[in-house]
């Protein structure tokens, strides 16, 4: 059984970078055909998706984001990361990774964590 579990800081000042990483136990992050994804969702809205990275290694980002978002990996750990750079109030969220399939559907998703940004 594959499992997720998000980790960083719950809170992040306004104009640094979040940084959150995902560990990933139960499956390796570059075998199959899945993309490992980040998706948030700020308090009172739905679930917004921020890209991935397949297991092939390419990234996909959402258009809206594209210019501050970048997810990498690091094979040695099973494990990969989000950055997003110059953060505002508006990148409050709870924020998830998942593993998605190709259907596509999301198979596995994290626990979650919650991150604030505020001075």
């Known amino acids: 059984q594959v499992q997720l579990q998000e980790s960083g800081p719950g809170l992040v000042k306004p104009s640094q970078t979040l940084s959150l990483t995902c560990a990933v136990s139960g499956g390796s992050i570059t075998t199959g055909y899945y993309f490992w994804s980040w998706i948030r969702q700020p308090p009172g809205k739905g679930l917004e998706w921020i890209g991935y990275i397949a297991s092939s290694g390419s990234t996909s980002y959402s258009p809206s984001l594209k210019s501050r978002v970048s997810i990498s990996r690091d094979t040695s750990k099973n494990q990969f990361t989000l950055q997003l750079t110059s953060v505002t109030p508006e990148d409050t969220a709870v924020y998830f990774c998942?593993?998605?399939?190709?259907?596509?559907?999301?198979?596995?998703w994290g626990q979650g964590t919650q991150v604030t940004v505020s001075s």
């Open positions: 998942a593993r998605e399939n190709s259907s596509p559907a999301y198979e596995n």
